[in-house]
């Protein structure tokens, strides 16, 4: 645990970074590791070096035609599938497409709950707020998407449209509960749960691409410019992280690191680093990557990978481990998944689509000693 690759995971929660060990010589001379939600017995280890964290594969579940795209809790996910119950879309270049609606969906039962249905609309994204009180999605037709929120408990949503954003092009979660993305008239804006739209001071006015929020921070960059900048709104000081051609961004969940995904003309990185830029470490390369997810404790990092540069046989989805600093092949079928993760850690949603449809996973891990 010296190891130069667990120094840069030092926003892993402490509980993560020390497992606590602790002898039992009333059963046989044992010794037991402790880790968030499981206790490991190792069997006459005792007075020996402790063994280094492990993942394997579990369980896996798959559901033909559904789209995963968050968790409620761990029995409860939020999914999208074809909605037969509406008929089939009016327009006649999607004649032979049903709706997509929204579904709460229970693993246990089997159920599928409607959230949202639309007749002649494809609905997307299903993404929840941090409170999981709020559900951020879309909706298309032909054309952009337009985004909306949900109030899951009056089920009243509105439009982010109007006002300062003449409609939203991009729509992301910011960690204290907002909406924030790039608007279609330029500069950027802010959407609260109960509908108020507000323009975002001190960017650029033209050529957003990318906008997120982290801490209070917002990062961006733009068409002309893909050099990733960091703004302090409550300074108005703008900051050159010196990150060049960044693609995405995924915050971490303590809001302390982030994970940047970047390009050149033959091959993508997935670096992880400290919030202001500092302390870069790569995860990952190849000709593609997606499927970028932190783990809610911050202590895995799922992301699929095609031809990896130097590498033979690393197609597929992984999962990278903070603790070993090692990655852990999960599916060698996911071409370009969406990722997302159950509340303890110990689930991964994936899906895949091919134009057509969707096709979603979930695989149980178990996380252990060796």
């Known amino acids: 645990m010296k190891t130069k690759a667990l120094r840069t995971a030092v926003a892993?929660?402490?509980?993560?970074?020390?497992?606590?060990?602790?002898?039992?010589n009333q059963a046989g001379n044992r010794e037991v590791i402790k880790e968030p939600g499981t206790t490991i017995t190792v069997i006459d280890n005792a007075g020996k070096e402790t063994g280094t964290p492990d993942i394997?594969?579990?369980?896996?579940?798959?559901?033909?035609?559904?789209?995963?795209?968050?968790?409620?809790?761990?029995?409860?996910?939020?999914?999208?599938?074809?909605?037969?119950?509406?008929?089939?879309?009016?327009l006649a270049d999607l004649a032979d497409a049903y709706p997509r609606s929204l579904y709460r969906y229970h693993l246990d039962t089997k159920v599928y709950e409607p959230l949202k249905e639309q007749k002649n609309a494809q609905l997307g994204v299903g993404q929840l707020s941090p409170d999981k009180k709020h559900l951020l999605y879309s909706e298309y037709s032909?054309?952009?998407?337009?985004?909306?929120?949900?109030?899951?408990?009056?089920?009243?949503?509105?439009?982010?449209?109007?006002?300062?954003?003449?409609?939203?092009?991009?729509?992301?979660?910011?960690?204290?509960g907002k909406v924030i993305?790039?608007?279609?008239?330029?500069?950027?804006?802010?959407?609260?749960?109960?509908?108020?739209?507000?323009?975002?001071?001190?960017?650029?006015?033209?050529?957003?691409?990318?906008?997120?929020?982290?801490?209070?921070k917002i990062y961006f960059n733009t068409?002309?410019?893909?050099?990733?900048?960091?703004l302090d709104p409550a300074t108005?000081?703008?900051?050159?992280?010196?990150?060049?051609?960044?693609?995405?961004?995924?915050?971490?969940?303590?809001?302390?690191?982030?994970?940047?995904?970047?390009?050149?003309?033959?091959k993508q990185t997935l670096t992880m680093c400290d919030a202001d830029g500092a302390n870069p470490?790569?995860?990952?390369?190849?000709?593609?990557?997606?499927?970028?997810?932190?783990?809610?404790?911050?202590?895995?990092?799922?992301?699929?990978?095609?031809?990896?540069?130097?590498?033979?046989?690393?197609?597929?989805?992984?999962?990278?481990?903070?603790?070993?600093?090692?990655?852990t092949p999960i599916a060698v079928d996911a071409d370009n998944p969406q990722t997302v993760w159950s509340p303890s850690g110990q689930a991964l949603a994936y899906t895949v689509a091919d134009g057509q449809t969707f096709k979603s996973s979930i695989v149980h891990l178990v996380l252990g000693v060796k």
């Open 181 to 216: 993305g790039a608007a279609y008239s330029g500069g950027a804006y802010k959407a609260d749960p109960d509908g108020k739209i507000s323009a975002v001071k001190g960017l650029p006015a033209e050529g957003l691409v990318l906008v997120r929020q982290m801490s209070g």
């Open 56 to 90: 394997s594969v579990g369980a896996i579940e798959t559901y033909e035609k559904v789209a995963i795209t968050d968790w409620l809790d761990e029995k409860t996910v939020v999914a999208i599938k074809e909605n037969e119950a509406l008929g089939k879309m009016s």
């Open 281 to 327: 470490k790569v995860i990952a390369e190849g000709t593609e990557l997606s499927g970028v997810s932190w783990s809610p404790d911050q202590r895995l990092i799922a992301y699929s990978v095609k031809e990896a540069a130097g590498s033979s046989n690393a197609k597929g989805l992984y999962v990278y481990d903070l603790l070993t600093a090692k990655s």
């Open 12 to 24: 892993v929660p402490a509980l993560l970074i020390a497992l606590a060990a602790c002898s039992d």
């Open 142 to 176: 032909l054309g952009d998407p337009a985004y909306h929120v949900l109030n899951l408990a009056t089920m009243d949503s509105f439009g982010i449209t109007g006002g300062p954003t003449a409609g939203a092009m991009s729509a992301h979660w910011t960690d204290d």
């Open 223 to 230: 068409s002309a410019d893909e050099t990733l900048q960091m």
């Open 236 to 266: 108005n000081k703008q900051s050159n992280l010196k990150l060049a051609r960044v693609s995405d961004l995924v915050p971490a969940p303590d809001g302390k690191q982030m994970l940047v995904l970047q390009y050149t003309d033959s």
